[in-house]
């Protein structure tokens, strides 16, 4: 079973607030990744991490930003959230070499209002 | 470039019919393929995978062959039951990346009792 956990759950926050999602996990992968999900259910990648200090920009513009300065740790931070920012966003892992599986968190439903 | 064509939804079916998703892909090298599932409320669960040609991934009665000669990798369930209502997501990772994965746009199942 994967060990990989998001917080908060749900969130309803007013526009131009400052926010971040948490995401860990506790399986020592090295790769991370952050995914937005949107109504129509398509996943787009926005950011990813091979590891500590590592990030990378996704397929889909974001306005957020990450960091990964602990393996087990890479949370996502939208410093002036909008309602264009309401979606559902999804976080994984996996580890560097092999069947390399991703494993997903429970994702965080974000409205902005 | 690498990217998923998934057979469009949402389906509908009633209980112990046979189900079928059609899932083809275009990828550079020799992609590893999977499915993975949502259910309501909860991020995506790896169902099965393969990762070579000809190779059939199973799980809780599903099925899929990786055809190298369509570039398919059609998920298949001999009956479906109420319990498998989800989203069902195929996906490539290709060997030229470093861990991407390439979603399809998913796929609503619903079954009816």
């Known amino acids: 079973e994967a060990d990989i956990y998001q917080t908060p759950r749900y969130l309803v926050i007013g526009t131009g607030k400052k926010i971040t999602l948490e995401c860990s996990q506790t399986?020592?992968?090295?790769?991370m990744y952050w995914y937005q999900q949107d109504p129509g259910m398509e996943l787009h990648l926005i950011h990813y991490?091979?590891?500590?200090?590592?990030?990378e920009k996704g397929d889909l513009s974001s306005e957020s930003t990450v960091s990964r300065i602990r393996t087990e740790h890479f949370p996502l931070t939208l410093e002036s959230a909008r309602p264009s920012h309401t979606s559902q966003y999804l976080c994984?892992?996996?580890?560097?070499?092999?069947?390399?599986?991703?494993?997903f968190g429970p994702g965080t439903r974000l409205l902005v209002l | 470039g690498n990217s998923v064509t998934q057979m469009e939804g949402p389906v509908t079916l009633s209980e112990e019919a046979f189900l079928t998703i059609n899932c083809t892909y275009t990828?550079?090298?020799?992609?590893?393929l999977f499915w993975y599932v949502q259910y309501p409320g909860e991020g995506l669960q790896l169902l099965l995978k393969?990762?070579?040609?000809?190779d059939k991934g199973s799980n809780k009665g599903f099925e899929a062959t990786y055809r190298k000669e369509t570039t398919s990798f059609h998920l298949e369930k001999g009956s479906v039951q109420v319990s498998d209502s989800a989203v069902y997501f195929c996906?490539?990772?290709?060997?030229?990346?470093?861990?991407?994965?390439?979603f399809g746009r998913g796929t609503q199942l619903t079954v009816w009792p």
């Open positions: 990828a550079t090298g020799y992609p590893s």
């Open positions: 996906a490539l990772k290709s060997g030229s990346t470093l861990g991407r994965l390439y």
């Open positions: 393969a990762t070579k040609a000809d």
């Open positions: 399986m020592g992968h090295d790769k």
């Open positions: 991490s091979y590891g500590v200090n590592s990030t």
């Open positions: 994984a892992s996996s580890e560097f070499r092999g069947q390399e599986t991703q494993y």
